[in-house]
């Protein structure tokens, strides 16, 4: 039976990933010459990483699925407990990780370093949390929870949905979607190379 939550979830982490990894890619690029289109879509990936992972996706995890999966499954206690720390944790980390990528932009090459470490391990730690979900928890979910549970869930995931791992159209998002695909170089976007 098709399960509609479950690909939004697996949709939602590809976006993100793909969001990280191109993250990732531009760390390792230099913002010398055209540094304002280099931090403004670099700002621009951490908006979307707090926007829609950390305010849409996450409580629906958190309020849904992980206390389903909770009670059926009480031995992944300990799995949801981390999962859910880890929630708790990502809005403050992708905060710190703004605040160290403007001062890198404002106070230079001094704060490079310390912004590059931090967003290796950001991805580091939420590429990981989501393969935890996703190799521990969704096959729980998708072997023991009840039909009722999945209508539930259907529901809420298909709510507030990521542009992104969705591929459609929402004129609120237009332009940081614009901004991240149009203005991020190729290979990792479609914009003009650096």
């Known amino acids: 039976m098709p399960r509609p939550a479950l690909q939004i979830i697996r949709d939602e982490h590809a976006a993100v990933a793909a969001v990280l990894r191109s993250l990732l890619q531009m760390i390792e690029h230099s913002p010398d010459e055209e540094p304002a289109r280099f931090f403004d879509v670099m700002r621009a990936m951490l908006f979307y990483i707090d926007e829609f992972p950390e305010r849409r996706h996450h409580p629906k995890e958190s309020d849904l699925l992980f206390p389903k999966v909770a009670r059926v499954a009480p031995q992944l206690m300990p799995v949801i407990r981390r999962l859910e720390d880890d929630h708790l944790a990502g809005e403050s980390r992708v905060r710190e990780l703004q605040h160290r990528l403007l001062g890198w932009e404002l106070l230079g090459d001094s704060r490079r370093e ?55 159209h929402d004129p609120v998002y237009d332009r940081l979607f614009t901004r991240i695909v149009m203005k991020t170089p190729a290979p990792i976007g479609v914009g003009p190379a650096f």
Do not use: C, K
């Not at 009722?148 to 459609?168: C, K, M, V």
């Open 114 to 168: 310390s912004f590059q470490q931090a967003a290796r391990d950001y991805a580091d730690f939420y590429l990981a949390h989501m393969r935890i979900e996703e190799t521990e928890i969704l096959p729980t979910a998708v072997q023991l929870l009840s039909p009722a549970d999945w209508a539930e869930l259907d529901a809420a995931f298909q709510e507030h949905r990521d542009p992104i791992a969705t591929g459609t």
